[in-house]
């Protein structure tokens, strides 16, 4: 069976890309006769912003959203990526570190995806004993590549083009990377679709996968929804939130980002109905050129 899922930060209100990201997601499960799940991804409780999780639930419900099994909090799953960066501790595939970035530019001669690349200072043994330490996992020379079904294959060299990454900040929180890894694995997520921005993020992950013993799932990155300068929708780039009003013509406004839905034929006067005509006229993903 299929099972897809999607997973927003509770840092503020649902925007036109969150929306665009959710139906995306919701038709390429349900159109399949897939179950769709629904994660709260409050990991980092220092970027949460009160409310922001119920409003979230609220907004999908009130779009015609319907998910399968109750939704589930990372904040309450702590435990699970315990368990899991214990394993990899006892891999010897996992270092505390206590560098801060600064220190990290200053010392990096290499710069890979996202920056410098961390030149492994604490791998023998953390620097400053009386700091806190974040935990960095071990990467190799390994090239980790999968074929994404929108964007193509993607490829990197997990040494060079990304370094040894934190899977638990210095601060006691565990990372986004290992968090997502873990939940998708024992929800049994089949199918990732999410925004071109986290497209960067799933060599990490698979990576993480492997070492863990996980399955690697389908991903789809599909493009992002932009401001008029060009930005991504963001609550930093001021989108604005999803009305309570207008429901119908906002949710046609996201579908007209997909080209996995044809034009409408006609106007739709209720959710169910507008629903019912989006799975029965999704196409899949490759299917689109």
């Avoid at 930060?9 to 159109?31: E, I, N």
């Avoid at 200053?106 to 995806?113: C, E, K, L, V």
């Avoid at 046609?252 to 839905?261: H, M, N, Q, R």
Wanted: a negative charge; glycine letters at 6%.
């Amino acid at each position: 069976m299929r099972i897809g899922r999607f997973a927003p930060s509770p840092t503020g209100p649902l925007h036109l890309g969150s929306l665009v990201a959710a139906a995306a997601s919701y038709c390429d499960a349900k159109s399949h006769d897939g179950k769709w799940l629904l994660r709260i991804e409050d990991v980092d409780q220092t970027r949460k912003m009160a409310g922001a999780s119920e409003e979230i639930i609220h907004t999908l419900e009130h779009y015609g959203f319907v998910w399968d099994d109750e939704v589930i909090y990372q904040s309450q799953r702590t435990a699970l990526y315990e368990e899991a960066l214990t394993r990899l501790r006892h891999k010897d595939l996992a270092y505390r570190c206590t560098c801060s970035r600064k220190e990290i530019a200053d010392s990096s001669t290499m710069h890979g995806i996202e920056g410098a690349i961390y030149p492994g200072t604490c791998l023998a043994h953390p620097i400053k004993h009386d700091s806190m330490a974040a935990w960095r996992l071990k990467t190799t020379e390994s090239l980790i590549s999968f074929q994404d079904l929108v964007q193509g294959r993607i490829q990197h060299n997990m040494a060079w083009e990304i370094g040894d990454f934190v899977i638990k900040r210095s601060d006691g929180l565990y990372s986004y990377q290992l968090a997502v890894v873990v939940d998708d694995a024992l929800q049994g997520v089949t199918h990732v679709v999410r925004g071109a921005d986290l497209l960067n993020s799933t060599t990490r992950q698979i990576y993480l996968q492997q070492l863990l013993g996980y399955s690697t799932p389908v991903y789809a990155h599909i493009p992002l929804v932009l401001n008029a300068d060009g930005q991504k929708l963001s609550k930093q780039t001021l989108a604005r939130s999803l009305p309570k009003d207008e429901v119908i013509p906002t949710l046609l406004e996201a579908f007209s980002f997909l080209p996995y839905l044809p034009t409408p034929p006609r106007a739709f006067k209720t959710l169910p109905e507008l629903w019912q005509w989006a799975l029965e006229n999704w196409q899949p993903f490759d299917s689109v050129e």
